[in-house]
C-alpha cells in the first residue's frame, strides 16, 4: 500500500479500513485506522454484496481500494503514508444496482489484463466474462464482453462451487483467466487488448470432480510462488497444501503435497472463518503463504521449489 515493496494487511472492519505494514523481516506493525469508508458504518456491510479488493489502479505502485457498492465501482487511491484518498465513483457499473446482487452470483475482480501496469475490473456476468479497462486515473472504460465463458450462462452459477480468479499464467505481463470447474482447472489466456482466448483444460486437478468441492472449504489461489513469471496454484486440501506449478504454456504440472499445515485436518475448516491469501511478504520475490488463525496472522515462507 506504501511502495515500499512489502505487502501489507488490510482489513475492512467496523470503523472503516485498518492496516498493518509489512516489513523486510515479515513482521508487521500493529494495525492503524488507515481510512474511514469501505467499513461497516458506512454501509458495506457484507464483502458478499458489497465486494472489496487491493490493485494498483494509477501505476504508481502502491495499491488501492476497489470496492464495488450501490451505484458502481468506487476507488480509493492510495497516498504514501499508507493511508488512503475519499472514495470515488470510478465507473457507474459492476454495482448491485447494475444487477451485480452478490460475489457469489456474479463474482468482480481486479487485475492487469491488458499488461498496462494498471488495474482492469474483471466481472463474470450472465453472458460470459465482462472487461473495463482502466484508464490510469482510477476511473475506467465501459465494460465489454471480453469471453463468452465463465458466466452464468455457460454454467459457472456460484463463485463458491466454480471459482474463477485472473493471474498472469504465462508470463507475457498480461492477466488471464483461471477457472476451477467440474473437470479441472481451466486457463483462458489474455490477448493483452481485453479480450481472451477460448478456454482449455489446464491441468485435471483441483476441480469438484477430484473432490475440491467449494472455495470455502477448500480454497485455491493462483500467484507465482518459484519466481519463474509464471503462475502457480495452491491448494489446500485435507491433508496438507498442494502445489501445482505453472509451465508458461498455459498448462500446470501435476499438483504435489507441499507442507502439512493451513487446511481442514489443522483446523483451517473454513477459508470464510480462517481465511488464507498467497503474498510476497519479505520481499524476496516468491510468495509465501499468509494465514489468518485463531491467534493471529501466521506465514509460511516460500523455499523456491517449495513453499514451506
Given at each position: 500500500m506504501n511502495g515500499d515493496g512489502s505487502n501489507d494487511i488490510v482489513g475492512f472492519g467496523q470503523a472503516g479500513?485498518?492496516?498493518s505494514f509489512g516489513s523486510a523481516s515479515g513482521s508487521f506493525t500493529a494495525a492503524v485506522l488507515v481510512g474511514s469508508t469501505f467499513g461497516q458504518t458506512t454501509g458495506w456491510a457484507s464483502d458478499n454484496q458489497?465486494?472489496?479488493?487491493l490493485a494498483d489502479v494509477n501505476g504508481d505502485g502502491r495499491s488501492d481500494i476497489v470496492g464495488f457498492g450501490l451505484a458502481g465501482t468506487y476507488v480509493s487511491l492510495a497516498k504514501a503514508d499508507g493511508s488512503f484518498a475519499n472514495p470515488m465513483l470510478g465507473l457507474t457499473d459492476f454495482g448491485?444496482?447494475?444487477?451485480w446482487a452478490t460475489q457469489e452470483g456474479f463474482a468482480r475482480m481486479v487485475g492487469d489484463v491488458n499488461g498496462d501496469g494498471k488495474a482492469d475490473v474483471i466481472g463474470f456476468g450472465r453472458a460470459g466474462t465482462l472487461v473495463s479497462i482502466g484508464n490510469g486515473d482510477g476511473t475506467f472504460q465501459n465494460p465489454t464482453l471480453?469471453?463468452?465463458?465463465?458466466?452464468?450462462e455457460q454454467g459457472w452459477t456460484s463463485n463458491n462451487a466454480l471459482h474463477r480468479t485472473v493471474a498472469d499464467v504465462n508470463g507475457d505481463g498480461a492477466d488471464d483467466i483461471i477457472g476451477f470447474g467440474y473437470a479441472g482447472t481451466f486457463v483462458a489466456l489474455s490477448n493483452g487488448n481485453g479480450t481472451f482466448l477460448p478456454p482449455q483444460l489446464a491441468v485435471n486437478n483441483f476441480g469438484r470432480d477430484q473432490g475440491w468441492a467449494s472455495q470455502n472449504g477448500f480454497a485455491r489461489d493462483v500467484a507465482d510462488v518459484n519466481r519463474d513469471g509464471h503462475a502457480d496454484i495452491v491448494g489446500f486440501g485435507v491433508a496438507g497444501t498442494y502445489v501445482a506449478y505453472?509451465?508458461?504454456?498455459?498448462s500446470f504440472s501435476a499438483p504435489t503435497f507441499?507442507?502439512?499445515?493451513?487446511?481442514?485436518s489443522q483446523g483451517w475448516t473454513s477459508d470464510a472463518t480462517y481465511h488464507r491469501e498467497v503474498a510476497d511478504i519479505?520481499?524476496?520475490?516468491?510468495?509465501?503463504?499468509?494465514?489468518?488463525?485463531?491467534?493471529g496472522v501466521y506465514v509460511?515462507?516460500?523455499?523456491?521449489?517449495?513453499?514451506v
Open positions: 479500513v485498518w492496516a458489497f465486494h472489496r479488493e448491485t444496482t447494475q444487477g471480453a469471453l463468452a465463458n465463465f458466466g452464468v505453472g509451465q508458461g504454456n498455459a507441499d507442507v502439512e499445515g493451513f487446511v481442514a519479505n520481499n524476496d520475490g516468491m510468495n509465501d503463504i499468509v494465514g489468518f488463525g485463531f491467534a509460511g515462507y516460500s523455499q523456491g521449489a517449495w513453499l
